[in-house]
């Protein structure tokens, strides 16, 4: 449950335990942190904070058990946690048995047997991003410091996308936009169309995906790690990490496969004496280093598996079928909570870079 190199995120908890948290080691001893803005990433993972969202609610107040003095990073692991106060096992009973369709139960009570907590989705559940978001946060204003920033936000929902506009947005846009509305999205029409084609699934108890882009801007060009750790490798580690994500690519990406080396090729200039690409095909990173470039990576959102539409599954006891109709409370579409989830990691993790190659 670690990731990191010279920065570490270890999460603590499960969904249904008496918490979730993460333990961060390695920033620097007088890195400025901003609690206040943890709290509002948190806030905004939360969905106590959303109509749409599931249920279940959670305050998700930040608790710091140490690590931090009057906003500054003290140097010894930062040991944080937000407490679970609103537990339900009971839906979950029937699932120890019955695994649901598209979610971690077959596989995992194979491997660990009946002994272990699956109850909302034990180390499964998302509710263990909440550790993620927190790593995220932490680095926020030592990333701001270096001139770094991130933002994520929903490119598409369903069938419902938002193109990109002629003229450019800038990152900072794209944080306020993005942070406007519940989807995420940084067009208040797309947002619209979107959050419609969430309620319709929802009435037909069925869920969506959708894809979740990054961009990270005002990293040096240099960093990354070859050979193991190209930027690409480790960032695509962290985010198949986060529940539901079943894609990513960067740049280009799988588009690249059509182009042609003319195409796809980013030209070379200089601007203020800095050298610059005219267009970012290859997503901010060439040779597994960062360009200098913004990183730009798009993540694939898989359908909420706990649907309310009646299902087949198995008894594991048994070794029969069984119509499986899933209780709890959950999504009908993971992605607006995922956005935070993939801004934060993906600043702990460039942070991580930049640690590693003495840019911190
Ligand atoms: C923020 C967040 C919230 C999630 N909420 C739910 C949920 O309410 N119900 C559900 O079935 N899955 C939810 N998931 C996804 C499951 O945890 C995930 O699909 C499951 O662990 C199986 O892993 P996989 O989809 O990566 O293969 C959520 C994921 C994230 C990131």
Same mark, same amino acid.
């Given at each position: 449950?670690?990731?990191?190199?010279?920065?570490?995120?270890?999460?603590?908890?499960?969904?249904?335990?008496?918490?979730?948290?993460?333990?961060?080691?390695?920033?620097?001893?007088?890195?400025?942190?901003?609690?206040?803005?943890?709290?509002? #990433?948190?806030?905004?993972?939360?969905?106590?904070?959303?109509?749409?969202?599931?249920?279940?609610?959670?305050?998700?107040?930040?608790?710091?058990?140490?690590?931090?003095?009057?906003?500054?990073?003290?140097?010894?692991?930062?040991?944080?946690?937000?407490?679970?106060?609103?537990?339900?096992?009971?839906?979950?009973?029937?699932?120890?048995?019955?695994?649901?369709?598209?979610?971690?139960?077959?596989?995992?009570?194979?491997?660990?047997?009946?002994?272990?907590?699956?109850?909302?989705?034990?180390?499964?559940?998302?509710?263990?991003?909440?550790?993620?978001?927190?790593?995220?946060?932490?680095?926020?204003?030592?990333?701001?410091?270096?001139?770094?920033?991130?933002?994520?936000?929903?490119?598409?929902?369903?069938? #419902?996308?938002?193109?990109?506009?002629?003229? #450019?947005?800038?990152?900072?846009?794209?944080?306020?936009?993005?942070?406007?509305?519940?989807?995420?999205?940084?067009?208040?029409?797309?947002?619209?169309?979107?959050?419609?084609?969430?309620?319709?699934?929802?009435?037909?108890?069925?869920?969506?995906?959708?894809?979740?882009?990054?961009?990270?801007?005002?990293?040096?060009?240099?960093?990354?790690?070859?050979?193991?750790?190209?930027?690409?490798?480790?960032?695509?580690?962290?985010?198949?990490?986060?529940?539901?994500?079943?894609?990513? #690519?960067?740049?280009?990406?799988?588009?690249?496969?059509?182009?042609?080396?003319?195409?796809?090729?980013?030209?070379?200039?200089?601007?203020?004496?800095?050298?610059?690409?005219?267009?970012?095909?290859?997503?901010?990173?060439?040779?597994?280093?960062?360009?200098?470039?913004?990183?730009?990576?798009?993540?694939?959102?898989?359908?909420?598996?706990?649907?309310?539409?009646?299902?087949?599954?198995?008894?594991?006891?048994?070794?029969?079928?069984?119509?499986?109709?899933?209780?709890?409370?959950?999504?009908?579409?993971?992605?607006?909570?995922?956005?935070?989830?993939?801004?934060?990691?993906?600043?702990?993790?460039?942070?991580?870079?930049?640690?590693?190659?003495?840019?911190?």
């Amino acid at each position: 449950m670690r990731f990191g190199t010279t920065l570490s995120v270890t999460l603590t908890g499960s969904s249904h335990g008496t918490s979730v948290g993460a333990v961060i080691e390695g920033l620097p001893s007088g890195a400025p942190v901003d609690l206040d803005y943890v709290q509002s #990433e948190l806030d905004r993972r939360s969905p106590s904070h959303r109509k749409l969202a599931t249920m279940r609610k959670e305050p998700d107040r930040l608790l710091v058990r140490s690590g931090i003095e009057n906003g500054r990073a003290t140097g010894e692991p930062i040991v944080t946690l937000v407490e679970n106060v609103d537990v339900r096992r009971a839906p979950y009973d029937e699932l120890v048995d019955v695994p649901r369709p598209g979610h971690a139960d077959y596989p995992a009570r194979v491997r660990w047997g009946s002994s272990l907590d699956l109850s909302g989705g034990g180390i499964f559940s998302g509710r263990m991003t909440v550790g993620l978001v927190i790593a995220g946060a932490i680095v926020h204003d030592l990333l701001r410091n270096k001139g770094v920033g991130t933002v994520a936000f929903t490119r598409s929902i369903g069938p #419902e996308n938002w193109e990109d506009p002629a003229t #450019e947005v800038t990152i900072e846009d794209l944080r306020q936009q993005s942070r406007a509305n519940e989807v995420g999205c940084p067009d208040p029409n797309a947002a619209l169309r979107m959050q419609t084609a969430i309620e319709e699934a929802r009435r037909n108890g069925d869920s969506l995906g959708g894809i979740v882009e990054v961009r990270v801007e005002g990293v040096p060009p240099g960093v990354g790690e070859p050979f193991f750790d190209p930027v690409e490798s480790v960032l695509s580690h962290a985010y198949f990490s986060i529940p539901a994500v079943k894609g990513v #690519e960067f740049g280009a990406g799988f588009q690249a496969a059509r182009m042609r080396g003319s195409e796809h090729n980013d030209p070379f200039y200089i601007e203020r004496g800095e050298v610059r690409t005219r267009s970012n095909r290859a997503g901010g990173i060439l040779g597994g280093l960062t360009t200098g470039m913004p990183i730009v990576a798009r993540l694939a959102v898989k359908p909420t598996s706990s649907i309310a539409k009646e299902q087949d599954s198995v008894s594991l006891s048994r070794r029969e079928p069984v119509r499986l109709v899933v209780k709890g409370r959950h999504d009908p579409c993971i992605v607006p909570r995922a956005v935070p989830v993939v801004e934060n990691f993906t600043s702990f993790v460039v942070a991580d870079f930049m640690a590693r190659g003495g840019y911190l």
